[in-house]
């Protein structure tokens, strides 16, 4: 293939590409908007003398859309993404949608469980369970890893943002919150 073979080809996908990069800065935004007006509906507590737990969420939903309207400038101006080109990809390969159905099921328990068994432990199993659509060899690192750190997150935002998460009842009897 020749150069001008290449840069034929090159420009046909072009409005492909721009399409498909709005299309991403516009989900971008919108989850940076979402972020925003869901922070404003977070609860205070009464004894909140700290930043409080909207800060957080405001920071962050700000910072998506600020990052989602540079990005839309920068596509508008007329800056494109380098086209997938690396020996890391394989531009051949399908996807693999069993561990697509995984990861969604990860989530999906995640949001059923977290109520029931709490925070932690919810999250501690959908960290397992991503890790092995990943990739991960064996349960017992994802595990330790999923509960080590979800532990050490729901200490910090409970015990030092004051921020509610449930613990689940064991965590909750060992910690007295």
Same mark, same amino acid.
């Given at each position: 293939m020749s150069v001008l073979d290449r840069r034929a080809s090159a420009d046909e996908q072009e409005p492909?590409?721009?399409?498909?990069?709005?299309?991403?800065?516009?989900?971008?935004?919108?989850?940076?908007?979402?972020?925003?007006?869901?922070?404003?509906?977070?609860?205070?507590?009464?004894?909140?003398?700290?930043?409080?737990?909207? =800060? =957080?969420?405001?920071?962050?939903?700000?910072?998506?859309?600020?990052?989602?309207?540079?990005?839309?400038?920068?596509?508008?101006?007329?800056d494109r993404a380098p086209a997938e080109n690396s020996e890391d990809v394989d531009t051949e390969g399908g996807t693999s949608w069993v561990a697509v159905g995984l990861i969604a099921v990860a989530f999906a328990a995640h949001a059923l469980l977290i109520n029931v068994v709490g925070w932690p432990l919810a999250v501690t199993v959908m960290f397992a369970l991503v890790a092995k659509a990943l990739g991960a060899a064996g349960w017992i690192r994802p595990l330790l890893a999923g509960g080590i750190t979800s532990v050490v997150v729901w200490l910090i935002f409970v015990k030092l943002l004051g921020v509610a998460l449930p613990g689940g009842t064991l965590l909750e009897l060992v910690t007295g919150g």
């Open positions: 492909q590409r721009q399409l498909g990069e709005f299309a991403i800065i516009a989900l971008l935004l919108l989850v940076g908007v979402a972020m925003l007006i869901g922070a404003g509906s977070i609860a205070i507590p009464g004894s909140s003398n700290t930043i409080g737990p909207r =800060f =957080f969420p405001y920071v962050v939903g700000g910072l998506i859309v600020a990052v989602a309207v540079g990005l839309g400038l920068a596509v508008w101006r007329g």
